[in-house]
């Protein structure tokens, strides 16, 4: 009898267990749920990982949903280029199209007190939003969960790179921030749009976007 009590109770600590792994810390379920689901816009043309991390960021903190912060892990160079674009996405979906280029996977870090807890951390694999092992068995967890959609079809990754051009480079970058820029603009949100815009400015003067980042803000009486 007290064998079967003792079995008993190591089935029950194992079951327990299971569902504590499922269960996300409130800022990890925060950024699930309200950040991961939010819809952007991104063309990013042989940019740098982080800079892309930065620019999907900040459009979740245009839209509402605060900043979205990301941990690199070992092996994992934050300045390896990235190519992709994606229109009215989620960040689920662009994080799962961007990273499977390159060959990198990632997950929101739900630990308790931890630093990192809540963020995005992206590694060498193929997770998709929960460490390699730690998939929600629970199949009402995993419909819940931001599913990353089919990946576009990217036109630009089937052109050449434009190499160690960094005129080009920037030309592009700052292209792609001027639309974003503009379509701030069209939903009203003016403020944003004029930081947007100055950044433009300021980050890469030399370029043609610049000059019509310049436009914008004589139009808007900076």
């Known amino acids: 009898m007290r064998r079967q009590l003792l079995g008993a109770g190591v089935v029950a600590v194992g079951v327990c267990a299971l569902i504590a792994a499922e269960k996300d810390t409130q800022l990890a379920a925060n950024t699930r749920a309200k950040k991961l689901t939010v819809k ?3 063309d ?4 740098m990982l982080d800079e892309c991390m930065k620019e999907i960021s900040r459009q ?14 070992i092996g994992v160079s934050k300045n390896q280029r990235v190519t992709y674009a994606g229109k009215d996405q989620t960040v689920a979906e662009v994080l799962d199209g961007m990273l499977k280029k390159n060959g990198l996977g990632y ?3 739900s630990k308790d007190k931890d630093r990192y807890d809540g963020w995005v951390k ?13 998939e929600p068995k629970d199949k009402a ?6 599913k990353a959609g089919p990946e576009p079809k990217d036109k630009a990754a089937d052109k050449p790179a434009a190499g160690d051009d960094d005129k080009d ?7 792609s921030k001027l639309e974003f820029a503009r379509s701030l603009l069209k939903d009203g949100k003016t403020e944003r749009a004029k930081q947007r815009l100055q950044e433009i400015v300021t980050q890469y003067p030399n370029t043609k976007a610049a ?3 310049k436009k914008e803000l004589d139009k808007l009486g900076k």
């Open 40 to 42: 952007v816009t991104v």
């Open 44 to 47: 990013f043309k042989d940019e």
């Open 60 to 73: 979740l903190d245009d839209a509402g949903a605060g900043s979205l912060s990301a941990a690199y892990d």
């Open 107 to 109: 997950f929101v870090v």
């Open 122 to 134: 992206i590694t060498r694999g193929n997770e998709r939003g929960w460490p390699a092992g730690q």
């Open 141 to 146: 967890v995993a419909k819940a969960a931001p």
């Open 169 to 175: 480079r920037a030309e592009k970058s700052a292209a």
């Open 211 to 213: 000059e019509e980042a």
